[in-house]
């Protein structure tokens, strides 16, 4: 008797688990079904940390003279600090694990990761620091700032884009997609330039997204 | 794009130390000194490995203060030969102890810094460089023999260091592979270009080096031990020493001993990470087993 009561609460407490666990997803489709088309009105500036898992930095660069190959960095992190539709005090510190550079193929990521390329080991990271901003359109900007990789820093510029700003009941987050192109025999990864066999111009994307710093 | 890269990082900068020793090498040493092996050998312990680097890196490779161990490599490789040339009359212990802490002193691969790691790498290779040159003269000196045993060794090296994922790296120990072969079939004509004491603790401190920095950048995980084993291949030189009974039978001993330790090491290796499992897999027009193709 006792033994099937217990059953029965088991039964009726997987099964309202099982009803909240599936309820979740639901109540978060239609969040996103709700979700503002526009950023919202958010008063001052606002500093963000960079959510790792939602940020991603991409790189494309030629190879042997025929096909676009991409590669990416998992590991990206830092602040940025904005203020919707101002390029006034728009600052960005973002920083990539060189370690992290995922091709899809482990052999390649070795490679990669070699002095032949990033050299992960001696440069763990590679920095990007804005030193100014200008307003280009609606949503665009013009980012300069200093990249730093295999201990060589130059002067770039992003053409940067306000993805959006949204609070969905994680708190607000606020996206920005940025891309600038390198090359990359000036930062000394010169493996393959001389003949063309993997090109020196690299196309990099940087998709950030984060929220408040606490 | 390989056979281009071969042919500037490995073949002419071989090229071009075999034809710079074959000009040394005809300075004959004043009557009555008893040298007849020439003093410059040593140099082929550095000069492919320098001209390598410079095909690889360009200038900039070459910029004040190296930005990563790598870029010391060539100016340990030099301080090797050059300390084996100056040394050449001094007891062979000292000369390879002298030579192995010298060119081991400016390489600080990744995550070796450690002081205790760096003195007990260079006490190996001084030992390694000691064994490879001894006897330091008389007839168990192997002429062709010797840098027969140095192509091999160093040939094994130029695969482990591939196969580790430091192409460059590769390429630098294969021009030294390079020009031991192509000293190894101008000995046969020119005794004067033979190995000597002198040379081959150059060339052992120079496998030393590059194993030192091989493993400060191995990207495949191959154990610390395989590289040191590997390192220490020259050592089966000493073999040399022994009566083989046959100029032939002592030949053979001489190139087939350093060549299989580091063809253990390398074995061992591969085994240790699993790699050699890839190899029995069947293989794909997709596959790349040895990183050959392995550039974005």
Redesign the interface.
Known sequence: MNTCCLGLRCVAVLAATAGVATAIPMIGANAVAQAPAAAPAVAGSMTCNVDPVHSKALFRVHHLGAGQFWGRFNDVTGTFSFEPGKAEGMNFDVTIATESVDSGNEDLDKHLRSPDFFAAKDFPKMTFRSTGAKKTGERTYELMGDLTMRGVTKPVTASLEFCGMADMGRGPKAGFEAQFTIKRSEFGVNYGVEKGAIGDEVRVIVGLEGGPKK | ?EA?LVLRAVVLPAAATLVLLLLLARHRPAVGVAETVSRWIPLSAALPAVLSYAQ???A?GFAWPP????GWSWLALVLAALSAIVLRPVPAVLRAAACAFVSMSVVVP??HSDPVVRVAAAALVAASAFAASFPPSGPARGGVAEHAAWWLVFAVASVMALL??????SFVIASLSAAASFLALASAWMPRLRTGAASNAASACALGVLCFIGL??D??GFPWWTWALLACAPSGLAVGAWNWGSPRARALAVIAVPALLALVALVLALGWTGALDRFGEPSSPER??Y?LR???
Request: hydrophobic share 35%; net charge negative; charged share 20%.
């Open positions: 794009m281009d690889q890196e360009g900039a930005s990563v161990a790598f990744p995550g580790s994922g430091f192409a460059k790296l400060g950048y990207e495949t790349d087993l990183g392995a550039e974005p």
